[in-house]
């Protein structure tokens, strides 16, 4: 059994959707760690450590004053730094008074903040979702709460033969479970491409290209999995009709998605606590963007498919929990995973107290199990 | 605190009505064992380990094709001898695919399960319940789950005083209390045999009485508790006509009951975990076999009473959580119970890595205290 | 982590309000022992361990049988001293056959047990609250089970400036929070003394002086929070005319009231288990005392008031139990709370064990922190 941290803490989380972060207190839990997010009078977020210096009541549960907030009980008032700067009944302020404030970025609508070192907290890290509000694209996603370890998330999402069987009224079918698919990987990331031609679509996907392009028919099928550690997969993913070129014809190559249509499944994958996430979704496309009935049609379609993989998410989870102590095996299909969890693994071990270094089993080559 | 396992391994314990059983997927812990019940197309029961080799997932959370159970997460597919036929995207099977399948026997209107060693389970070991399908006999019976350690079932069931006490409105009077009782046992068997004569009848049985025999007035009344290790409790139970010659006269004989009303409560209390179990009772009758009211009339009566039980014992499970440690004292009308136990303690401890032997303390004579 | 027990057993607990005691079977617990309550046909009120010797099923489950409890599940009975006095089908009684009896004294509407040594279980050790029965004064209160553990609501009470906070709409205004404060104490009690002279009263106060002294204007407001060890905490609150002579003079002055109104918030706080209490209040009046209606108005506005401590002291004990290690600090508000807590733990000492003595962190001058 593996007791090294499930996450780094030098990273950042999505810890909120932007719209939800308002000139209010809003508690959330990111890496084992309580917080509570506020949007300043400037439209700037702060996020402070969710716990008063004097007698740890939540500071969610007191009220702001400006963009200062007060605790609940005694009053105590600290400033968007952390610092306290009212204490009842004393004039002299105890130096040590203050709570931890987070590193905050808002960025392709999501608000992330930064748990570990933050000197190490660079803007610059923040993964790429710029489709979460790039004109080009539109769409929208939801933020649900799912009871296990984020990394069962980033499996689910790292192996797309589950549709097939999981999902198998609305995108999957067959196809996928059968289709062969190509494992790279970087230093960070890691991605899992399969194509699938000359196939017929499911029926989301049918749905999609019939009213985008009014097509009806065989389709080109693609998936294009990519995982930027710890906890991000967006996946390019869409149809078009079979032998338009959407294939790309070698290394380079796009390929031509003009008779296609072409979507995005965002995810981020916040841990919540070691068997608890925040998981942050959306779905953005690039075809029919002004039509905001589809969009509409979309989340909630989109939300639906992810309940069905809440529901074996947080099964699996129970069932590990009952047995810590089994021994996985690893086939094909789960070689994207794999990586996504070395990398993981990499970043963790990266922040712990130097050791002699053991090498990881679940690094085995994909599909050789043990 | 005895640490040793609170059952033996190497039994048969009903997993299920076979009613319950149907083509399709139904998960049941034993033992602390989940597992997958179903019934093949040729009427035979399989059970498997209810965890998918490959990701843990609940198989019964899956699906059947044929006979064969498909996980819900992957596809993966085994068949009823536990072996895995099928795996997603991938042409060659790791040969160590594969879930536990248990010997499984169905008996007496029960499916009997073996948790223990396979190559122990001789189907004549299923414990004699037959009066519930025996066309002699009429009745029917329920499964109800009870939060506490199967043997305060048992302990309840060997001591049938309790009735004056917790069911005194409707088997139970103070002469149920007040008459002696004989407690013998053999190698595996306990038997507490008690006769009431010349008594008034309890509400339950003057009903049944009248009813059946159209009488009224007092009667001799037999108890016979007969258990079974590690878990059966069959209960020959009745009243007839006072000095109607229904006591018996010595030993071997059997008395003449032709005046009177018998049943058999029949109890398989099969643990489900150490702190919940599985209780599994039917009562059968020898009279007015025909009417099919009176058999819904006494299955509902007597679980009614049994909910009595149900609230003492979660009650009492609760209180031992609560005092692990505290020494108990035996009165007399302990003795059956305390002869179930050290029977159970006696499978328990064949099953254990050999040591050197300890006397047990909860074996100490009846009504000596410890 | 202070690790030692969290209340002293040689002390009197309020077990209940005397008008719940009734001639039947109340369950309660107190100080984490099992009690079961009974007043008697002569009146006296019992208090029993709530489990058989037999079984341990709660005696609270059972029935009265005259002035003995008569156990549900094997019918062994007990009187008032604890002594079994019936075993089922036995006449020998096992001299062991007793559960615990504890001493009970019924005073100022309390039901008082103690559970420790009960030769040290001298009566005049109850806690002064008279108020609560002196025909002088009029007023009601309730029992609130609050999920924490009982030094945090007395932490609470010793420190009123947490009315500006949270009882902002009732009676906390910043004159509170504000006003200088004198804290003394004696052997077994503290006290904390603060007047706020010519403010404005805040809303629960200027309804009580109007209607009681038809006055509307500033006046002079107190609050003399007494506590006594382990966990009651008495405070004497009120307002006058302002300038009309309640402020005391100088030592042993006591003030002319007869310009205000005056009540006594009666409070004991019996730890339930380490981390739950019972919290019994009562707020007594000596104006308009035979108006029924204020009675009720008072003790539901009260009531609602409490309400709103019991939602920030359970916060609080999960945030503490959340970060077990945290190092508190105190300011100058927690004077009054800090020499309650020096007074319990002196309590709880006495019945340690003799080991060396090692100063108490908690016990440092006010204000100072560490």
Chains 1, 2, 3 share one sequence.
């Not at 995005?264 to 998981?279: A, F, G």
């Amino acid at each position: 059994m593996n007791t090294s941290p499930s996450f780094p803490l030098n990273a950042w989380y999505a810890a909120a959707y932007d719209v939800e972060v308002k000139h209010a207190l809003l508690p959330r839990t990111v890496c084992n760690q309580k917080l509570v997010l506020y949007r300043q009078s400037g439209g700037e977020v702060a996020a402070l450590e969710d716990a008063c210096w004097h007698r740890l009541l939540p500071l969610s549960m007191g009220r702001l004053e400006g963009d200062e907030v007060v605790c609940g009980y005694h009053g105590l008032a600290y400033n968007s730094q952390g610092r306290c700067t009212f204490m009842p009944s004393q004039e002299t302020l105890n130096p040590s008074a203050c709570v931890r404030a987070y590193p905050v970025v808002e960025k392709h609508r999501f608000v992330w903040i930064w748990p570990g070192d933050p000197a190490k907290a660079d803007p610059a890290l923040v993964p790429d979702m710029h489709w979460n509000d790039d004109p080009a694209w539109a769409g929208d996603g939801k933020m649900i709460r799912v009871a296990c370890d984020y990394r069962l998330v980033v499996d689910n999402l790292m192996d797309l033969t589950h549709e097939a069987f999981v999902h198998g009224s609305s995108i999957g079918n067959r196809a996928v479970a059968e289709a062969p698919f190509v494992a790279t990987h970087g230093d960070r990331s890691a991605t899992v491409t399969r194509w699938m031609e000359n196939i017929d679509a499911p029926p989301f996907w049918a749905g999609q290209i019939r009213h985008a392009r009014d097509y009806v028919g065989k389709v080109d099928r693609w998936q294009i999995i990519r995982f930027e550690g710890p906890c991000t997969v967006n996946i390019d993913v869409g149809v078009a009709e079979a032998g338009s070129g959407a294939v790309p014809k070698g290394q380079g190559d796009k390929g031509d998605r003009s008779r296609g249509v072409n979507g995005y499944v965002l995810n981020t994958i916040t841990p919540e606590t070691d068997k608890t996430c925040l998981y942050f979704w959306a779905f953005a496309r690039n075809y029919c963007t002004g039509e905001q009935r589809l969009t509409h049609e979309l989340r909630e379609g989109v939300a639906n498919i992810f309940r069905e993989d809440e529901h074996v998410l947080e099964a699996q989870q129970r069932a590990i929990d009952e047995r810590p102590d089994y021994a996985f095996y690893n086939l094909n299909i789960d070689a994207g995973a794999m990586w996504a969890r070395r990398l993981i693994d990499r970043m963790v071990e990266r922040e712990q107290p130097k050791r002699p270094t053991i090498p990881i089993q679940a690094a085995a080559p994909a599909g050789v199990g043990r």
